[in-house]
């Protein structure tokens, strides 16, 4: 049909004096321009009709796959198919009807031929075609990658278990075959003789990708052990890396630190570095609280009455100071230690009855996770003092509300350890050097003029 119009259009150009001449040139083109009309209406009715009939369907099931299939516009990608039909059937339309090779014809014939005719142009143009088709197959094959990956990213699994990796490894591969293929088509070889060559290219094609092979085998460890997925918290010192995991692909994770920056970690490094995973802080039933205070150890003293009737007026170890005070006498009791005797028998302390009272206190408090580590204990003393670290678990995670429930605790424990007599060592600053100065010249002067 295509070639019966280029020859009316070539018999009817040249019945026009004065540019019989362009006959075939003119022919040619008007014929193309033609082709490339109808070959663009068939794609534009096909997109309109396929992406309205397509989309009518998707919102009609209750399904998302469906959804992000038209979303990702696979249909529309497809539609490409007909121009590309169009202009591959079409191609041969300046190339002449007959059943026999070129180079078996005469000259005479093939000189009647080609004033005509263009040979060439068929070839031209398929090559066209093909490659068409090749960019269809990209266009599509993208689409459906990014599809799946959608579909998946809706799955339970999706957050745990990414495979973002694996469908860019998947495209790499695909942009690479097409590559050839297209080098193939043009230069009109045997693609297998490409990638025989592409072989012998191997050191280069794996000193070029090196990044995203060892993206890949990493990914496949990440995912395959659960190490690290999107959303967790991730703490990386060595990279300068400190928050939520917003990306994975297949060669960096991208984490967003909580100063609001973006670091950018190769993926393979994930594996061959250590890093700090906080999921299991996330999904447990609170967030560890692990400081201590330094007690000033001069300060600590065996508890006289005075201290010891002070202490009984606090409800939380008003029992605990009662009945200790009573195991302590029967032991004294039952050992003929007298009460003057501090050495020998059993007292109480001050500091003793302090930690006694964290414990009372961090148990009664209502964003305490008791059912977790709950430490109170005493570490090694320093020329800094004696520190007293309360090793227990937050029920709030959040971090603000995390750091705020946790300065109410160690406000209310600054406070009252005046209580129990002791001091919580601070090192001296040019303040007390300056007070202390000052008091000494002062008693000094006074004492001079008396």
């Known amino acids: 049909m295509v ?10 150009i040249r019945e026009i004096d004065g540019i019989a001449m362009f006959a075939k040139p003119g022919a040619a083109f008007i014929t193309l321009i033609i082709i490339l009309i109808v070959a663009w209406a068939g794609h534009y009715i096909t997109k309109k009709v396929t992406s309205r009939i397509f989309t009518k369907i998707a919102k009609r099931t209750k399904t998302t796959w469906d959804d992000i299939i038209v ?13 590309a039909l169009i202009l591959y059937y079409a191609a041969d339309f300046s190339s002449p009807s007959i059943h026999q090779d070129l180079s078996e014809l005469d000259a005479a014939t093939l000189n009647a031929l080609s004033a005509d005719y263009y040979f060439a142009l068929a070839g031209i ?32 699994y999706g957050k745990d278990r990414p495979i973002k990796g694996y469908i860019q490894l998947a495209k790499i591969l695909v942009f690479s075959l097409s590559a050839i293929l297209i080098i193939a088509i043009l230069l009109d070889r045997d693609p297998t003789v490409l990638l025989a060559g592409l072989g012998a290219m191997g050191a280069v094609i794996l000193l070029i990708f090196k990044d995203s092979i060892l993206g890949f085998v990493a990914s496949i460890q990440l995912s395959g052990n659960n190490m690290v997925k999107l959303g967790d918290w991730v703490e990386m010192r060595s990279r300068g890396a400190d928050g939520t995991v917003i ?25 061959s570095e250590s890093f700090i995973n906080w999921k299991g802080m996330e999904e447990s039933g609170g967030r560890r609280i692990k400081r201590a205070i330094n007690i000033d150890m001069t300060s600590i003293k065996l508890c006289d009455s005075a201290l010891m009737n002070r202490l009984e007026k606090f409800l939380l170890i008003r029992d605990y100071v009662r009945n200790k005070e009573e195991e302590i006498k029967q032991y004294n009791k039952q050992k003929n230690i007298s009460d003057d005797d501090i050495i020998s028998g ?21 964003m305490v996770n008791t059912d977790m580590t709950f430490i109170v204990r005493h570490l090694q003393p320093s020329e800094k003092g004696l520190p007293v670290e309360i090793y227990v678990f937050c029920k709030d995670k959040a971090w603000a509300r995390y750091e705020s429930i946790q300065a109410d605790i160690f406000d209310h424990i600054l406070a009252v350890i005046p209580e129990f007599d002791l001091r919580v060592f601070q090192e001296p600053s040019g303040a007390d050097i300056s007070g202390a100065l000052s008091k000494y010249y002062s008693t000094n002067s006074f004492n001079n003029k008396s």
Do not use: C
């Not at 070639?3 to 009817?12: A, H, N």
């Open 3 to 12: 070639r019966t119009l280029y020859k009316f259009l070539l018999e009817s």
């Open 71 to 83: 979303r990702r516009k696979v249909f529309r990608n497809l539609a490409h198919l007909v121009p």
């Open 247 to 271: 990306d994975i692909t297949l060669n960096t994770v991208k984490i967003q630190n909580w100063d609001r920056t973006i670091s950018t970690i190769p993926t393979y490094s994930m594996v």
């Open 346 to 366: 059993r007292r109480q302390t001050n500091i003793g009855v302090f930690r006694k009272y964290l414990e009372v206190y961090l148990q009664q408090h209502p």
């Open 125 to 156: 143009l398929t090559r066209v075609a093909q490659v068409y088709f090749v960019f269809i197959f990209i266009f599509v094959l993208d689409a459906l990658l990014n599809s799946g990956l959608d579909i998946y990213n809706t799955t339970p």
